[in-house]
C-alpha cells in the first residue's frame, strides 16, 4: 500500500491542507530529525500554485544520481516538495519552445 493511498478523501474543516508530496517530504524530515509541522506551514501569495489542483498522474522516470542530490538539495533549499519543483522546473523550460512554435505558425 502506498502512501498516497491512505489520503483522505476530505479535509475535515478549520484545518489547511497539504498535499501528500509535502507530507511524504515531512516524514522524510522527521526521520532526519528536522521536522516541519506541514499542516499549520502557513502560505504565502508565492506558494499557492494553480496547477496543484489540477487532476494529477502518477509518473514514473530515471534521474542520475546526481540529478537526485540536485533535487533534494533544492527541496531542502526552498521548503518545496521534489515533484513541484520538477512541475515548475518543466513549465518553465517549456515556455521558451512554446514561444518559438506560436512563432513559427505566425
Do not use: C, W
Request: aromatic letters at 4%.
Amino acid at each position: 500500500m502506498a502512501l498516497t493511498d491512505l489520503k483522505k478523501k476530505s479535509q475535515p474543516h478549520g484545518k489547511p491542507g497539504f498535499t501528500a508530496d509535502e507530507f511524504i517530504d515531512d516524514a522524510n524530515n522527521y526521520a532526519m530529525g528536522m521536522p516541519r509541522i506541514v499542516s499549520l506551514r502557513l502560505q504565502t501569495a508565492e506558494d499557492v500554485d494553480d496547477t496543484t489542483r489540477l487532476p494529477m498522474r502518477h509518473a514514473t522516470f530515471t534521474l542520475s544520481q546526481e540529478a537526485i542530490e540536485a533535487l533534494t538539495e533544492l527541496s531542502l533549499a526552498t521548503g518545496e516538495p521534489k515533484s513541484k519543483l520538477i512541475r515548475k522546473l518543466i513549465l518553465q523550460a517549456s515556455k521558451p519552445v512554446k514561444r518559438q512554435l506560436a512563432k513559427k505558425k505566425k
